[in-house]
């Protein structure tokens, strides 16, 4: 194969505040099978961009594309808070099972996407259509269990990496829940890690691991023009 190891990173839109926010494809451009890998939606839960970062250099199986976004609420990394600019929880603003709240810690936001960084998700979403989606959260220390998601899948993930599956409770407009909506043959899940850092090869590897198993020669998509090639850095 020429077209090995393929890296690509676009803008697929700007927080709050204008920052970028980025995704980075590893692997080529049209491929079986899209995994997408969201380090952290919660700007004080980093530990996860550390198996992004890992996971930028790997090499991914034949048919494989990583579709890393290393943060999903830039503004929120920038100043340690779990919350975007405008105070809202992200993993509460999708449109799925969407209801308003108040401003406490939990706070939904206005309406059911009203944020930025809410939307440059679904977008990517859309686009790539990943069979696999992995967002990490701290710090429970749990494979998340996923309704509606293939519980071999998680139980491979639990057993790799050592973290345990586990139910909570069904929260209102997260990002997974929209995502196993929208995208009907796929198995969008959270990984709670631990405080502090995470073992980022042994995650990474689970990740990989994954991907292999949900390679399906006969599943290939076609993507809008404006994911293909760089643009941005
Ligand atoms: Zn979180």
Do not use: C
């Not at 859309?126 to 749990?142: K, S, T, W």
């Amino acid at each position: 194969m020429i077209l090995a190891a393929a890296l690509a990173t676009m803008v697929i839109g700007h927080s709050v505040d204008g920052r970028q926010i980025r995704a980075t494809r590893v692997g080529a451009e049209v491929a079986p099978v899209n995994v997408l890998i969201v380090g952290n939606v919660h700007g004080n839960e980093p530990a996860g961009e550390a198996i992004v970062a890992r996971l930028r250099k790997a090499e991914p199986p034949d048919g494989v594309a990583l579709w890393l976004v290393r943060t999903a609420n830039p503004d929120g990394r920038a100043v340690g808070s779990r919350h975007n600019a405008r105070g809202v929880d992200l993993n509460r603003n999708f449109p799925s099972r969407w209801r308003s709240g108040p401003r406490d810690v939990f706070y939904p936001g206005p309406k059911a996407a009203s944020e930025p960084e809410t939307r440059a998700v679904m977008r990517l979403v859309r686009d790539v259509r990943p069979q696999l989606g992995i967002y990490y959260h701290q710090m429970l220390g749990m494979t998340v269990r996923a309704r509606g998601v293939d519980r071999g899948v998680q139980a491979e993930y639990a057993r790799r990496t050592g973290l345990p599956l586990g139910w909570l409770p069904n929260y209102r407009g997260t990002a997974i829940g929209w995502q196993n909506r929208v995208i009907r043959d796929g198995n969008a899940f959270v990984v709670e890690l631990h405080a502090g850092a995470a073992p980022a090869k042994r995650h990474a590897d689970a990740v990989l691991a994954l991907s292999r198993r949900l390679k399906n020669p006969f599943a290939v998509r076609l993507r809008p023009a404006w994911l293909y090639g760089p643009s941005g850095r």
